[in-house]
């Protein structure tokens, strides 16, 4: 499980430093915190706000009192030491972000927006690339080679419950599996809505 570092409870962290290389250094520290929790409680995406969310943030399938904790938190406001960054300075982290590829902005129907300022993040704890060779090695390492497979498989099978996109939500799914599509090693299959729901590696 992920935990939160020291430098999360330090006042200044949460006011726009003035000087320019102190803020820089200050938004790095702010990518690296949001980057290492998403990454260690498995949380795919954050409201512009900074509330963390997952997938049963709007259903009601989980109860679990700590998972709806983790869907409720927002990491820009540390109720411990009464400390909040302003909406303006983490329009500004989140702008520097999607310029490193830290995250994607999406809109609302969960499609890759073109504006940097959205209402959520899809976090990228690994780079897009990452992703994809990381799902190609599970393609190959699990005999799945020119075969069909679903994204729901990916990302809810057992296959793949030991890998590091089990659970990933399916529209972020589609945009980690885009490079291998580049890169002429697989096809996207789409159903009669044109909504993509399978891939076929070779």
């Known amino acids: 499980m992920a935990s939160l570092p020291p ?5 200044p962290l949460y006011t726009r430093q003035p000087n320019s290389l102190t803020r820089r250094q200050q938004i790095s520290t702010w990518i690296d915190i949001i980057s290492q929790y998403c990454k260690g409680k498995k949380i795919w995406y954050m409201s512009a706000d900074g509330t963390v969310m997952n997938d049963n943030t ?43 590829g ?15 300022t959205s209402t959520r993040y899809f976090i990228m704890w690994k780079s897009l690339d990452n992703w994809a060779s990381l799902i190609l090695q599970w393609f190959e390492d699990s005999g799945k080679l020119n075969q ?55």
């Open 7 to 11: 430098v999360y409870s330090f006042p």
């Open 148 to 202: 069909v497979v679903t994204l729901y498989e990916l990302s809810e099978a057992d296959e793949t419950l030991d890998w590091e996109f089990h659970g990933m939500p399916e529209n972020l799914m589609y945009y980690c599996l885009k490079p291998l599509c580049d890169r002429n090693r697989a096809t996207m299959l789409k159903d009669e809505n044109g909504k993509v729901i399978a891939i076929k590696v070779v």
């Open 102 to 116: 830290k995250c994607l902005p999406i809109d609302q129907t969960g499609k890759k927006s073109g504006n940097a």
């Open 58 to 100: 709007s259903g009601s399938e989980n109860t679990d009192d700590d998972d709806s904790k983790k869907a409720r938190k927002n990491l820009f406001n540390n109720e411990d030491i009464q400390r909040s960054v302003s909406q303006v300075f983490i329009d500004e982290i989140w702008s520097r972000m999607v310029k490193e």
